[in-house]
């Protein structure tokens, strides 16, 4: 098991995993978004989630304000778990895709991406990006924007005490997701899942299936009804597919 990290927090390990899930949030997220998936993941996987800085036990922290940035230092942090005996998965949600991607192709540079697999969820493909597609900059555009596209529960939203903590992060968030545009043309030689939800205002069909585009494997993408937080009303579904894409299911009892 590797070492403590404060970028990388154990969701729920095992002694012999069959494979390693290591979730990546969506902009103003942190990693307890994806406590809710893993009973529903096969009792042999582990799982984790990367922890963004500035947030939950890292607040306070400085910031990193942009996804290359993010991708840089998570590329070291998974490094030993690309390296390691069991399949791993990245899986983004949201700007937690676009990490996840930029962290893979840094990870297959350095040549320790040949057990690596990578699930997008809710984004445009980086050859689909528009630039029309920018984030909302000013705070009521921002909570606006949280309440059209259901990530963070109304009641927070609502709450001016916990909106001037949260504020910070997804206004530092939204502005890395607004500056980045990936070279178009980047592709990772790894099986890709891509999810998208029917009715995401943000990310059309054609723009999910163009992910196609940036793997050299196995390309699957699979459309969920729902908006863009279509995970919150599938995590059954989305756990079996995340779990079946690399072939992870419950070893037999000895």
């Known amino acids: 098991m590797v070492g403590r990290d404060p970028w990388v927090r154990d969701v729920r390990r095992t002694e012999r995993p069959a494979g390693h899930v290591v979730f990546f949030p969506h902009a103003g997220g942190a990693a307890t978004y994806f406590t809710p998936f893993a009973p529903h993941f ?10 963004y800085p500035g947030r939950q036990e890292r607040m ?61 969820s809710g984004r445009a493909a980086p050859s689909a990006q528009r630039r029309d597609d920018a984030f909302p ?67 059309s069909q054609e723009q999910a299936a163009a992910w196609k585009a940036h793997t050299a494997r196995e390309f699957r993408l699979k459309s969920f009804d729902g908006g863009h937080f279509f995970l919150n009303d599938h995590r059954e579904d989305v756990a079996r597919l995340v779990a079946d894409c690399v072939g992870l299911a419950p070893r037999p009892e000895d």
């Open 137 to 203: 900059r000013t705070d009521q555009d921002i909570l606006r924007h949280l309440a059209d596209v259901g990530g963070t529960e109304a009641e927070i939203v609502r709450n001016p005490e916990l909106m001037e903590l949260l504020l910070p992060v997804i206004r530092n968030d939204y502005h890395a997701v607004d500056l980045y545009w990936p070279t178009a043309h980047t592709v990772v030689d790894t099986p890709l899942l891509c999810l998208t939800g029917e009715q995401d205002a943000r990310v």
């Open 42 to 51: 096969p009792a042999d996987v582990d799982l984790s989630a990367v922890q």
């Open 60 to 120: 306070g922290e400085p910031f990193v304000t942009t996804v290359e940035g993010l991708a840089d230092r998570l590329a070291v942090s998974l490094r030993p778990y690309a390296d390691g005996p069991v399949p791993l998965v990245l899986f983004g949600h949201s700007m937690g895709a676009s990490v996840a991607f930029e962290t893979l192709a840094r990870l297959t540079a350095a040549g320790a991406a040949t057990r690596c697999h990578l699930v997008v």
